[in-house]
């Protein structure tokens, strides 16, 4: 681990070419991740990209740290992405949804009807742990869009609700909805690798 | 004692569609002490809680690809071009 995001900003600031080179490690595959979400190809995501780049070290100057650099280049990037046009969605949950888990564990009265195979406290020691990891990645990539957008920024990235709120402009209600869908979507395809 | 809708125990169906709020805190207090006090009982639901959670932590170590160098390189000239004052 290098660098953190403050310092990387100050010495952008000062015209810091390194500076430049290691937020572009950091940042421009995750960038170009998200902007696809919203554009046609990968050379207008790359096009998205470079304009989000571009506004960074214009207005590195104005940039007041009030909310995180991560957070305020997704913010940008979101935006250039979204004025592209291209396939612009609207960010909702539809219809009334899944449920989270498959109604038939449950018996009539709404108690589970076998118990639960018990891997949640083991997963993360695992030796296999890198090839679940992969599974995870899997599976959030089969996500439909907005749900893959939302459980992308909140437990991917790690971002607040509040941040992914401010990043996608929309409500705490559809956010909540949405990494609601997406991640319950997520357990099950790891239950269905864990416990086949 | 008579059960009304917000004291009624909670259903095993019912706790897993309120995961995501516990885990935000988004819970009123009366729905939060229902769902907790439904958790003290009910072992399948503890193990579905930790599953979202270690779900949570596996997505954490999800990386993304490394940037190939002739990416960087093309934005670092054009950061280079950007620094230059236009005429």
Redesign the interface.
């Known amino acids: 681990m290098g660098a953190d995001d403050a310092e990387l900003l100050d010495r952008l600031r000062a015209g810091d070419e390194e500076a430049f080179a290691e937020l572009v490690g950091r940042y421009q595959a995750r960038l170009v991740g998200l902007a696809r979400q919203f554009v046609a190809g990968p050379q207008a995501a790359e096009d998205v990209v470079q304009d989000t780049w571009l506004a960074l070290v214009r207005g590195v100057a104005r940039f007041e740290g009030r909310s995180e650099l991560r957070t305020w280049l997704f913010q940008i990037c979101v935006n250039r992405a979204r004025s592209h046009g291209v396939r612009e969605r609207r960010l909702v949950p539809v219809g009334s949804g899944e449920p989270a888990v498959n109604p038939d564990r449950f018996d009539a009265n709404g108690g589970w009807a076998a118990p639960l195979a018990h891997w949640a406290d083991a997963v993360d020691d695992r030796l296999e742990a890198a090839a679940v990891v992969d599974h995870v990645r899997a599976a959030i990539d089969r996500l439909p869009h907005p749900q893959q957008l939302v459980v992308t920024l909140r437990d991917v990235e790690g971002l607040t609700a509040k941040e992914v709120c401010a990043v996608l402009s929309i409500s705490e209600a559809n956010q909540r909805v949405l990494l609601h869908r997406g991640r319950s979507t997520v357990r099950r395809a790891l239950a269905e690798v864990l416990d086949p | 004692m008579r059960w009304t809708p917000s004291t009624r125990p909670l259903?095993?169906?019912?706790v897993?569609?309120l995961?995501?709020?516990y885990l935000?805190d988004?819970l009123s207090p009366k729905q939060r002490a229902r769902f907790e006090h439904h958790l003290t009982g009910c072992?399948?639901?503890v193990?579905?809680?930790?599953?979202?959670?270690?779900?949570?932590?596996?997505?954490?170590?999800?990386h993304?690809?490394?940037?190939d160098p002739p990416?960087?390189q093309r934005?670092?000239e054009?950061?280079?071009a950007?620094?230059r004052p236009s005429t």
């Open positions: 259903s095993c169906r019912e897993v569609e995961v995501t709020d935000d988004s072992d399948p639901c193990e579905y809680l930790g599953q979202i959670r270690a779900t949570v932590a596996l997505a954490h170590r999800v993304p690809d490394p940037v990416t960087t934005l670092v054009l950061y280079r950007w620094q």
